[in-house]
């Protein structure tokens, strides 16, 4: 298995709606991401675990707060957003050795 | 503050010739440099990357320049196809820093 899963793959929430967005690997991968893209725009970083803990936090205002129960699995969990949150968001893991990324495909998110 | 910079939005290059794809840092800390290829409603593929203590690699049709004293990255396809028309980033990462920096991505569109 050399895939990094997301579910869903689209989603459409409310502003006051409380979601989550998943992310899977087993490729045996220590460091998982979470990154926001806008349309147009490069991945921008979000969150960083390692060794299923919380490494980088870039300022992501607390409407975003991540969870990674074990290696394999990181959650982005949602409340609270504003319109201007609806982006793709992409999860990537690496082996910490390695310093290519493998991306998932992404969840399209749009807060109505 | 824009330490990575790929300056061309886009490019059209006709099948079978060459594309040559830029990237500009301002960080010399950045030692590990990579490509990713990006298909609409998909997650950023890995390409082929360059460590700080070469100058190029090569892999198949796909070639990476490095020239740090101008602090340029380029990568070059030769030839073209148009399966390769995609947005293209290049990563810049920091030795033993789980932070990767993208550009903003150059578009290509390889013509039949």
């Known amino acids: 298995d050399t895939e990094v899963t997301q579910t869903p793959k689209h989603l459409v929430m409310g502003m006051t709606n409380k979601k989550s967005l998943k992310c899977e690997q087993h490729m045996g991968h220590r460091a998982m991401y979470w990154y926001k893209q806008k349309a147009k725009k490069p991945p921008e970083l979000m969150f960083v675990y390692s060794y299923e803990k919380l490494s980088i936090n870039e300022s992501v205002p607390s409407r975003f707060s991540p969870e990674c129960p074990n290696s394999s699995l990181l959650n982005l969990h949602l409340h609270a957003l504003q319109p201007e949150d609806s982006a793709l968001y992409l999860c990537?893991?690496?082996?910490?050795?390695?310093?290519?990324?493998?991306f998932g495909s992404g969840t399209r998110l749009t807060v109505v | 503050d824009q330490q990575v910079k790929q300056n061309s939005p886009s490019l059209s290059v006709q099948e079978g010739r060459i594309s040559i794809l830029n990237c500009d840092y301002t960080n010399s800390m950045f030692d590990y440099f990579l490509w990713y290829k990006k298909y609409p409603a998909e997650g950023p593929t890995f390409l082929i990357s360059?460590?700080?203590?070469?100058d190029k690699n090569e892999d198949g049709r796909f070639t990476v320049f490095l020239n740090k004293s101008a602090k340029h990255l380029s990568l070059h396809i030769v030839p073209s196809q148009p399966g390769d028309s995609a947005v293209y980033f290049c990563a810049l990462r920091a030795y033993n820093n789980n932070d990767m920096r993208f550009g903003a991505g150059t578009r290509l569109t390889v013509k039949p």
């Open positions: 990537a893991s690496s082996l910490r050795e390695n310093y290519g990324y493998t």
């Open positions: 360059i460590s700080s203590i070469k």
